[in-house]
């Protein structure tokens, strides 16, 4: 189960116009969230299935970030390891470890977006614009000249050439989004426009997601510029004013998945793992995207998003992979993932079959 939080006080689209510069490095993707206590040099690191990096998960639940050895555990149903720096503390979680855990899920993703936000006032677009360009050049420079990017949606290679960034956009609490512009190699007309989700971690830029936004598509002899959908889900604030309501949108709901997938998918090298409830089968999963529109379940107010996965070596064989989400007083709280549509080869192609319907969920409504 993950766990994500997200600032229902974090004001949209304020620029951060700085004119000092200052030296940002691209650093390697953490096992856990922003905002939690590095590894003692002298703790041995935390094993895959070891929950929240190794901390004390009682010391969670009552708001605080103890670092352990994880020499005392507890394991779940799920095999999901939990950790403890004392006897008294495993003790005390174990009295009620559902409720504990839940309180120490919703301390950590407070912890969590609270540093993110408050990091962000370190830097502005122009810093997220150098990481960027930084990791084009180093990646350029790797591969003969070109950019690699594998386009999500069939696996093909794409061998891209840096033409600039078009602008940078800024949500509070969330990260900088530039937008990057490439053309295929030995096709200027083929252009993309690809966007650079870029976050603090640890006291520095890094970048959390690469995804194209627009691709080149064929129209009457000629390449025309065209947005892919669904969209991804930092463009959709741009249609709304700035602020916040009561009831999270369905934006929110997919930055709370996407962020979700990406941070468990960095634990294993970018493959998602999920277990299937069906035929016990860990699954090796690629995340692909979300599907719009989100919904609510109307009975207990369960937020549920679809997402595309594909199986890791394959192009085609693409898994439905539904998410149920609970927002608790402002932190959006993965609750379940299952299966809900499996790769099935007939007639010699690849299709989605679904295992239930949502509409088998009870009644919904679509979220704005």
Not at 154 to 159: C, D, E, I, T, W
Not at 247 to 264: F, T
Request: charged content about 20%; proline content about 5%; glycine content about 8%.
């Amino acid at each position: 189960m993950l766990c994500i939080m997200l600032s229902a006080a974090a004001s949209l689209f304020r620029a951060r116009m700085l004119t000092s510069a200052r030296a940002v490095l691209v650093v390697a993707l953490l096992a856990w969230l922003p905002g939690t206590p590095a590894l003692a040099a002298d703790s041995p690191p935390p094993a895959p299935s070891v929950q929240f990096g190794g901390q004390c998960a009682q010391g969670l639940s009552e708001g605080r970030h103890i670092m352990t050895n994880c020499a005392l555990t507890w394991s779940d149903k799920d095999g999901k390891t939990y950790c403890f720096n004392n006897e008294a503390a495993r003790k005390s979680f174990l009295e009620n470890p559902s409720a504990n855990l839940q309180k120490a899920r919703d301390f950590i993703a407070a912890s969590s977006v609270e540093s993110t936000e408050q990091a962000m006032e370190k830097f502005d677009s122009g810093d997220a614009e150098t990481v960027v360009k930084a990791q084009i050049e180093q990646q350029a420079q790797a591969h003969g000249g070109v950019f690699p990017l594998e386009d999500p949606l069939n696996g093909a290679q794409l061998k891209l050439i840096f033409d600039g960034i078009d602008f940078t956009r800024t949500i509070d609490g969330y990260g900088f989004f530039p937008d990057v512009k490439f053309h295929a190699q030995g096709e200027e007309q083929k252009r993309y426009l690809i966007d650079f989700w870029v976050a603090p971690a640890n006291g520095q830029l890094k970048v959390q997601e690469v995804r194209i936004y627009k691709e080149p598509v064929q129209s009457e002899g000629a390449w025309a510029l065209t947005a892919r959908s669904p969209i991804p889900w930092w463009w959709i604030p741009a249609s709304e004013h700035p602020g916040h309501v009561a009831n999270k949108r369905g934006w929110e709901v997919m930055s709370a998945v996407e962020q979700g997938a990406l941070s468990e998918a960095a634990k294993n090298n970018g493959v998602f793992h999920l277990k299937d409830d069906k035929t016990g089968k860990v699954l090796d999963l690629e995340f692909i995207d979300t599907h719009q529109p989100i919904r609510q379940l109307d009975d207990n107010g369960h937020y549920f998003a679809c997402t595309d996965f594909r199986a890791v070596g394959t192009q085609d064989q693409i898994y439905d992979i539904d998410f149920w989400i609970t927002d608790h007083d402002g932190t959006m709280t993965i609750e379940q993932t299952k299966v809900h549509k499996v790769p099935t080869l007939k007639d010699g192609k690849w299709i989605q079959v679904p295992r239930y319907e949502w509409k088998d969920l009870g009644s919904s409504h679509v979220v704005p």
